[in-house]
Every structure is written in structure tokens, then in C-alpha cells.
């Protein structure tokens, strides 16, 4: 049995919330249904107070990432529970978070209660929500069916963090180890390596070629530091001021995209982000030219989104979705097959979504695969180069003693 944390509307729409201990977190939501209260959220004590809530939400930024999901999941399961859309709104409203979140709840339920469809008040926050979740929002409105419509687009986001959240997690430790390389090289020739030059003057040993190149690197790096970090700093701020232009951005993403090793997979990750979201939109009834649209703004890669610009005017004309990815020549012929299929068979928007579980689980596939690669061959680098540094300091010492004896 485990302490778990939770929040819930009872019958009569007050805020409850405390702790629990039980087997799981479905053995919680249980409990409190049974005891006629709607659950909001349920969390292990020791992760609770982490970011959940609307506080979460603006750390890092307003209605960002996986607090996002968790706004729209409530949201969701208070029109389930048959709260009005404005005082859903309220309960939100009313549970303990920053002030500017309720701030920003507090004008979304003002603007509802005004007459204003939820779309239409999303969309006057001006940038807070993104296109696609209010273009998703407003066809929920149009068909009726704003609650599923809200559970499916809580479920988008959670996917679409979770494919985010583990391209970042793979990342992380090759990260640290190209930093602790780095790190320990500019100890060793910087200060550890000089060290020994006024023993080696002194007992007057000759230096081999191996240990005046490490300390020509060492004394370098000791005197010029500032320069090498005024090239890097200046490399990173010309690279971002070019890829501003909008030429040369795309050319560098469509160089990105045929690199040998990480063009694969940028592109199984960015087909999976946009699969999805056509996936979902088509799935709410947003019709196929608006999806095209939207689906453009998720994607990270320039190429890509010339790519579907391309296709929607290729839709636009009559033609099917797959003939009209098939003619960017960018899109993996996986992915085109089975849309084809989709389309063939009238169910497109399962299909989709179908190309993005596969894609997903291609692009994690292929993350181990890099990173079951990357680990050692930086730390076979690391252990080479730091067995030239030692044997630069061994050989002169070796000379010494064979001089001495």
C-alpha cells in the first residue's frame, strides 16, 4: 500500500483534496467514485506538489507541454461530470494556484460567460493556446462534442510530450559525457601537463615530438582560453543569425534531413508529430485542406513544412493525400503506404494515427540504437586521447630514469 495525493468535485462542486493510501492510483479514482465525488487527479504523495496543477502550468511558460494535457484532462472530466462549460471554468479557477493563472482562467470564464464560445476566448489570449488546440476546440463546438473532443486532444498532447520527453531523456547522458570529456581534456592539458615542464628543464631530459605538441595544445588553451570561447560564442550567435533567414534555414533542414545517420531519424520523429495531428484533427472533423494548414505549425523542420504547403495545394486541386506526399520525395514511403491504405479503405484519420504509433516507435527504436552507439565510441575517444596525455608525461620520465640508472 502507497500514500497518494489527490484532488475531486463532490456532488456539490466543492474542491476536495488530500491524501489516500491504497494499492494504485485506479484503486484511488475508484474510491472516490464510489463515494460519489468526480476525481481531477491522483498522484504518489512523493510526486505530488511537482508541477501538477495550473501553477505547473506557468513555469515555463504559459498552458506549455504536459501541464497543458493536464488543464485540458480536467477541463475534460468536469464537462463529463456535467458542470456547465463556465463553472468547469470556476472549479478550475478556484484551486490553489498562482495568481497569474487565475488571472488568465478568470478572463477565459468571463469571456464564456459573456456569450464568447470557448475557441473564440482561447483564441483572444492572443498566442498562449496554440492554433491547433483551438482549431480542435472549435470543432468540438461545431459537432457537439466538446468533451470527447477535449479527452482527445489531452491524450494528443500527453503523446506528443511524451515523444518530446524522451528524445530530451536519451539526450542527456551523451550530454554529460561530452562535457566531463571536455571538461577532463582541458584540465589535463591546461594545468595538469605544464606542471611537469620545469622538472624536465631542470634534470635537462629531452622531450619527445608527443610531448611537445600536448604541451603546445595545453599552453594554448591556458593562454588564449577567452579566445576559444569568444569563437564559440560568436560560432553559435552568427549560426542562429543565419538560419533567421528564411533560405537558409531551409537549406540547412533539408541538408539535416539527408544526413547519414540523423537524417533517419529526425525524420521518423517529425513524421510521427505530424501524422498525429492530422490524425486528431481529421478524427474532430476539421476537414483535410485546415489540417494540412495547422499541421504545418508543429513541425520543426522547414523542409517539412514547405513539404506540406506543396501537398495542400496538390489537395487543393483534387488530389489524394498520399499521391500528394508522394510528390515531395520527403516523406518515408511507409508512411505514404499506409495512408494510401487509409484513404483507400474511408478511415484516413485511424490510419494516421496508426502512422504515428508506428513512427514513435521507430524514432525510440532508432534513439537506442544512437545512443547504444554514441556512449562508447566517446568513451573509447576519451580513453585515447587521455592515454596520449599520459604518455606525453610517462615517456620523458622513462627517458629520465633510463639516464639516471
Not at 460567460?113 to 493556446?129: C, D, I, K, Y
Not at 549560426?239 to 533539408?254: C, F, I, N, T
Not at 498525429?276 to 489540417?291: A, F, H, M, Q
Not at 520527403?330 to 503506404?337: D, K, S, V
Amino acid at each position: 500500500m502507497s500514500q497518494f495525493h489527490y484532488r475531486a468535485i463532490s456532488s456539490a462542486g466543492e474542491i476536495l483534496q488530500g491524501e489516500m493510501e491504497a494499492a494504485s492510483v485506479d484503486d484511488v479514482i475508484g474510491r472516490l467514485q464510489d463515494q460519489g465525488h468526480t476525481p481531477l487527479e491522483a498522484l504518489p504523495a512523493d510526486q505530488a506538489g511537482g508541477g501538477g496543477g495550473l501553477s505547473g502550468l506557468f513555469r515555463r511558460g504559459p498552458f506549455a507541454g504536459e501541464q497543458l494535457a493536464l488543464f485540458t484532462h480536467q477541463l475534460a472530466t468536469l464537462l463529463g461530470a456535467g458542470q456547465p462549460l463556465d463553472r468547469a471554468l470556476g472549479i478550475l479557477l478556484d484551486l490553489p494556484e498562482g495568481e497569474r493563472a487565475k488571472k488568465l482562467v478568470e478572463r477565459v470564464r468571463d469571456r464564456v460567460r459573456g456569450g464568447t464560445p470557448l475557441s473564440q476566448a482561447l483564441e483572444e489570449e492572443h498566442g498562449v493556446f496554440p492554433k491547433l488546440y483551438i482549431s480542435l476546440v472549435r470543432a468540438g463546438e461545431a459537432g457537439g462534442s466538446l468533451e470527447d473532443t477535449l479527452r482527445r486532444l489531452a491524450e494528443y498532447l500527453e503523446r506528443a510530450q511524451q515523444l518530446r520527453g524522451s528524445v530530451i531523456n536519451a539526450l542527456i547522458y551523451p550530454a554529460f559525457l561530452l562535457v566531463g570529456v571536455v571538461g577532463s581534456l582541458v584540465l589535463l592539458l591546461a594545468y595538469v601537463v605544464p606542471q611537469f615542464v620545469p622538472i624536465f628543464q631542470d634534470m635537462q631530459v629531452p622531450i619527445p615530438w608527443i610531448t611537445s605538441a600536448v604541451l603546445a595544445v595545453g599552453n594554448f588553451f591556458k593562454d588564449w582560453w577567452w579566445l576559444v570561447v569568444l569563437v564559440l560564442v560568436g560560432g553559435t550567435a552568427a549560426w542562429r543569425a543565419r538560419l533567421r533567414d528564411p533560405v537558409q534555414r531551409l537549406a540547412w533542414h533539408s541538408r539535416l534531413l539527408s544526413m547519414r545517420v540523423l537524417g533517419p531519424l529526425v525524420l521518423k520523429i517529425e513524421t510521427a508529430r505530424i501524422a498525429r495531428t492530422l490524425g486528431t484533427l481529421l478524427k474532430n472533423g476539421v476537414p483535410l485542406l485546415s489540417s494540412l494548414l495547422i499541421a504545418r505549425q508543429v513541425t520543426g523542420n522547414r523542409a517539412l513544412d514547405e513539404s506540406l504547403g506543396q501537398a495542400a495545394e496538390q489537395v487543393k486541386e483534387g488530389n489524394g493525400l498520399s499521391l500528394s506526399l508522394a510528390q515531395t520525395q520527403r516523406f518515408p514511403r511507409l508512411a505514404i503506404q499506409m495512408v494510401q491504405v487509409g484513404e483507400e479503405a474511408g478511415q484516413l484519420d485511424t490510419m494516421l494515427l496508426k502512422v504515428a504509433d508506428t513512427f514513435e516507435v521507430e524514432s525510440k527504436r532508432a534513439i537506442d540504437r544512437l545512443l547504444a552507439a554514441l556512449v562508447p565510441a566517446l568513451t573509447i575517444v576519451m580513453t585515447v586521447l587521455v592515454a596520449v596525455i599520459m604518455a606525453a608525461i610517462l615517456l620523458p620520465l622513462l627517458s629520465l630514469t633510463s639516464n639516471i640508472q
